[in-house]
Each structure stands twice: as structure tokens, then as C-alpha cells.
């Protein structure tokens, strides 16, 4: 199972889209077994798989501080099989079992058995660094950064270059971030082509590339989410299905 | 004794935020580190677990800003043959763009750019 978390320390980049994208692209353009795990309490990709989020069932933290194992948490809907969010999700850093010696590898731990019923793991995390966002690097083999083209991601990316050189030193040392990816891009802005630039810089500079395709900014990826559909389901012609294959594409080409 | 890169690595490492979230690796070290992160003085771009030297050079003291001319699109109406602009528009649909982000690729190409 490759292991994929999808971050940024920031909210509105699209690391909900291009993790609901990247897991259903996997699903159907290579029948992959994919495994979703939400770890943002705001819980819209579980909302968008229609998976229970309540806080009443199984769910992520139950999984992360031990109460529950993550094979009894897997839910299987219609658009995938994940282990949902939960409003509690806020308070996790307060959790006492998420304060204990340790407490980075609960994920990477809770997931191990499950390694060989899926192939890939695709993590949605919180925009704000805690314990979430590092239990998710350290369980991953792979991480995905979604940016705008624009000042404050690149503020974002700075930040996130700080935890990812912790996590690479302390809890997983073979973490590799596979790429910067850009989204609601938008061509004509000539702002955006500067910004591009930058961010081909910053990924550089953490050892990683700027995957050549951009995810434009496109009306049909708030369409699909409103329907709880795929975006290659709903619209397989939009700007956004053809991207985000493109994104599959130079992602498993190399190897997976 | 001086201390080895690794340590020196290690004890750097209290600078960053995401310490907060990750067990010291050394318990017994783990004192001596808590002490040096409330000491420290040290300006952020010491530590090498803060952002890469790049980015944080760009972000922290003053990336530079794109020129202004750059900012906002020119706009201009063009005169072109219908049967050109079909072309471009059949083009420009089977790549996915806009017409106006076809004409743009194709006129930085011819360019050089």
C-alpha cells in the first residue's frame, strides 16, 4: 500500500478536491484499491464520500487514540472505502492518548494491518499544524502539496518546509515529497505566472518538483461536490477531470 | 567535547513548531532542549529545520515583488480571418483552453519564450 497524504498549511488550496480526486482517479482509471482517511474535523471529504462524520460511530480519532482498530473503521460507501473524521477532531491535540511518548505513530501503526487489503492510502489532513498533520507524514510514503499561485501558499510552503524537515529527521526518514501541485489556476492571470515560477523555486528547494499540469480553477469540481460525485463521473470533460487525470498520470508513471 | 552535526541537528530542532507534536527521540536530552528553546536568541535562519534557506530568504526578508506593468492583462481586438479562428477554436478545444489562452501559447511559442 503506497501511502499518500495530501497537505498544506492552509486552508483553500484544495486539499480536500485533490485528495477526492486523486483517490477516485486511482479507482477508476487504474481499479487501484484505494483507502480514504479523513483527519480534518471539518470533515467534507467524508461528507462528499457520504460517509458518517457525527462523531457517533467509528471514526479517526477513535483509530488514533486506540478505542477503535482502523479495519472495524473503514466505512464502504458507494465512492470509496474510508475512515471518517469527527467533529472531536478540534480537540485532538488535547487528547491525552495523542500526548503520550509516541503519540506520532499512532496512524502509521493503526494502518500497517491494513497494508495489504488496499494499494493506496490517500490522508486528507487539517490546514493548521498539530499532531494530525504530523501523524500523517509519518505514516506516509508520499506527500502531495497543493498551492495556489499566489503570495500567502508560498507563506504556507514555508512553514510546511519547517515540519517536513522535522518528520524527515525524527518519525520518517523515508518521507518523500513527490510534488507541489497547483490549483484554481488560472492562465490568463499574469500574476499567475510569476507565482509559478516561485513555486518551482520552493519545490526545489524542498527536494521535490512542480508537477507540470495545473489544476485549473473550474465550476464543475463545486458542482460534483454538491452531488457527491466524482468529478470524472459528473463532468469527464471538464477542465478539471482532464487535469486531475493528468495528475494521476505523472504521479504513477514513476514507478508505483 | 564539541557536539556533533547530528546533535547540533537535534538541538536546533527545538526552534521548530513541529516539535511541539513529536516525542524527543532522547528522553534524557529532552530537558537540556526544552531549556534552550526558551533561552534562545538565535535568529530562525540558524536552525536548518526551519524553512529551506530559499524559501525563507524569499519569504522573510522581502521576496521580490513581480514588476507592475505585469499585473493586469492588456486587452486588444483582433482582426483575423474567420476560417484562422475556427482553426484556433478547434485547436484550442482539444486541448482543453480557451481561445484566448490558445492565441497567448501560441504567440509565446512564436516568440521564443
Known sequence: MITIAVLAQKGGVGKTTTAAAL??????YHGARVLYVDMDAQGNLSRTLEAD???GGADILGVLTGRTKAK???????????????????GADREEALSAVGREYRLREAL????????????????????LIINALTAADRAIIPAQADDYSLDAIEALSGTLQAVK???NKSLQVDGILITRYSGRANISRYYEEQLEEAARSLGSRLYSVRIRECVALKEAQALREDIYTYSPRSNAAKDYKSLIDEITEEGT | MSKSFTDKMK???AENPAMMFISQPEPEAAPETKRTT???????????????????????????VPPRKEYKSRRLQLLIQPSLYEEIRDRAEAEGLSVNEEIHNLLRQALGE
Not at chain 1, 483517490?23 to 477508476?28: I, M, S, T, V
Not at chain 1, 488496499?118 to 499532531?131: H, K, N, V
Open chain 1, 23 to 28: 483517490g477516485a482517479g486511482l479507482r477508476k
Open chain 1, 53 to 55: 462524520h457525527s462523531g
Open chain 1, 72 to 90: 472495524d473503521a473503514i466505512q464502504h460507501t458507494d465512492n470509496g472505502d474510508i475512515i471518517a473524521s469527527a467533529p472531536a477532531l478540534v
Open chain 1, 112 to 131: 500497517r494491518p491494513l497494508s495489504t487489503g488496499y494499494d493506496y492510502c490517500i490522508i486528507d489532513t487539517p490546514p493548521a499544524l498539530g499532531i
Open chain 1, 169 to 171: 529527521l525524527y518519525t
Open chain 2, 11 to 13: 538541538s536546533k530542532a
Open chain 2, 38 to 64: 526558551r533561552k534562545t536568541t538565535r535568529k530562525a535562519e540558524d536552525s536548518p529545520l526551519q524553512a529551506a534557506p530559499e524559501i525563507r530568504a524569499a519569504a522573510t526578508s522581502g521576496r521580490p
